[in-house]
T-cell receptor, first 112, second 111 residues
Framework: AQSVAQPEDQVNVAEGNPLTVKCTYS??????LFWYVQYPNRGLQFLLK??????LVKGSYGFEAEFNKSQTSFHLKKPSALVSDSALYFC??????????FGAGTTVTVRA | NAGVTQTPKFRVLKTGQSMTLLCAQD?????MYWYRQDPGMGLRLIHY???????AKGEVPDGYNVSRLKKQNFLLGLESAAPSQTSVYFC??????????FGPGTRLTVL
């Protein structure tokens, strides 16, 4: 089955430090991968996507993600985290029928 | 553009009552989706539509029905609500299966 996994329920970092949110995928063929962010009591906001091309994808709010085919990973990164980056982050993969399969989510807390 | 809007924002039902959630999008998107979000389970697809007049089952369709009579609207119905349907419901739309854009959500409590 095509799916993604987010191995960490929570990530805690200090403001100004690098932030990494992990995602691994299991798909046949070339994956279409997405990252979304959800702030409290809000809907999901699209951050970035990988379809093909450069393995490093740049997105909104200074986030980027690195596609690694050999490790089947698509980790989300930000060089210098802000307190305002505290939110719930979801990785997703496009599956048959133009649907998305989401990971369980990772709660990011950035402390001042 | 308002993007994707959902009505209502909050609702409390008693077991056995019925209700309809409305999703509207003004981006002329072909595809629309209904998800539910429960703690620790991510988002699970309930039903989706690939165009006006079409609907299809997702991962967790039982207890829900949908209709897409107009391209811009996607309705989610609960005929006889159960406590297990207490959740946050999100609607999303996309242009032919590309990036999905989400509404703000409806928080439903079934007592």
């Amino acid at each position: 089955a095509q799916s993604v996994a987010q191995p960490e329920d929570q990530v805690n970092v200090a403001e100004g430090n690098p932030l990494t949110v992990k995602c691994t995928y299991s798909v046949s063929g070339n994956p279409y991968l997405f990252w979304y962010v959800q702030y409290p009591n809000r809907g999901l906001q699209f951050l970035l996507k990988y379809i093909t091309g450069d393995n490093l994808v740049k997105g909104s709010y200074g986030f980027e993600a690195e596609f690694n085919k050999s490790q089947t990973s698509f980790h989300l990164k930000k060089p210098s985290a802000l307190v305002s980056d505290s939110a719930l982050y979801f990785c997703a993969v496009k599956i048959v029928g133009d649907k998305l399969s989401f990971g369980a989510g990772t709660t990011v807390t950035v402390r001042a | 553009n308002a993007g994707v809007t959902q009505t209502p924002k909050f609702r409390v039902l008693k077991t056995g009552q019925s209700m309809t959630l409305l999703c509207a999008q003004d981006m002329n998107h072909e595809y629309m989706y209904w998800y539910r979000q429960d703690p620790g389970m991510g988002l699970r697809l309930i039903h989706y539509s690939v165009g006006e007049g079409t609907t299809a089952k997702g991962e967790v369709p039982d207890g829900y029905n949908v209709s897409r009579l107009k391209k811009q609207n996607f309705l989610l119905g609960l005929e006889s609500a159960a406590p297990s349907q207490t959740s946050v419901y999100f609607c999303a739309s996309s242009y032919r299966g590309d990036t999905q854009y989400f509404g703000p959500g409806t928080r439903l409590t079934v007592l």
